[in-house]
């Protein structure tokens, strides 16, 4: 199976000179670097966002860039719209495909809630948690996938990637969607929404899956 190589890693030289942040005389502003990094990285995953088929390209310029803060962390916001921007042509489709399931899911979940009761409603929603979960699974994997790989991949590359990802790691790939509940308030409370709610989400994401190289 042909999978696409990393991205280079931007950061690397710099990495090597020192910790982040450690070009900044001042400890203050050498404290806000990261915190400052995330949030410029959240306010230009918002904007990409919000034009609902960016949706995949901010979640996945967002993780190219808070996994690779050595590289990114003074120029955040201009890289991450920069990165979710180019990714836009390939990754359009996927966004409308994650809002259409997103929608199936919550359509079925209020037919069901009018048409059944008790244990038939249980029962019938229990039937539509799979699917759900192997979705969650897998778009996290794309959007992991895609970080780490070259902007120029095709879709195909990162989508069969993706799916190597869950097969090799079946553990990870069953416990993500958990993870993506967990980190829900991030990104379903307003406040934290607006400072952190598209940048730090996908970092933990990213952080559980792990290194993709080589995968």
């Known amino acids: 199976m042909n999978r696409s190589a990393p991205a280079p890693r931007a950061g690397a030289e710099r990495a090597a000179r020192g910790a982040i942040g450690d070009e900044h005389p001042s400890r ?10 995330f949030v410029a990285t959240n306010w230009a ?20 860039t808070t996994t690779d803060l050595a590289g990114h962390a003074d120029r955040s916001f201009r ?11 390939r990754d359009w489709l996927i ?7 997103l929608l199936l899911l919550v359509g079925d979940a209020v037919i ?10 249980v ?14 699974s897998f778009l996290s ?9 070259a902007p120029e991949a095709p879709r195909r590359e990162v989508a069969a990637s993706a799916l190597h990802l869950i097969m090799t790691r079946p553990v990870r790939a069953l416990l993500i969607p958990l993870v993506i509940v967990a980190v829900s308030p991030l990104w379903l409370l307003a406040p ?14 990213a952080k559980f899956w792990g290194t993709t190289e080589g995968s």
């Open 28 to 37: 203050i502003v050498r404290a806000l670097t990261v915190p400052a990094a």
């Open 45 to 64: 995953a918002i904007l990409l966002a919000i034009t609902v088929v960016g949706t995949i390209p901010a979640l996945t310029s967002a993780t190219r």
């Open 79 to 89: 890289e991450t719209l920069r990165a979710g921007a180019a990714l836009l042509r």
């Open 95 to 101: 966004s409308l495909a994650m809002w259409a399931a």
């Open 112 to 121: 069901l809630s009018g048409l059944a009761t008790g244990s038939t409603r």
């Open 123 to 136: 029962f019938l929603a229990g039937l539509a948690l799979p699917p759900a979960w192997l979705v969650a």
């Open 141 to 149: 994997a794309y959007v992991v996938v895609a970080a780490r790989s």
């Open 192 to 205: 934290l929404t607006i400072a952190i709610g598209f940048s730090l989400p996908p970092f933990f994401v």
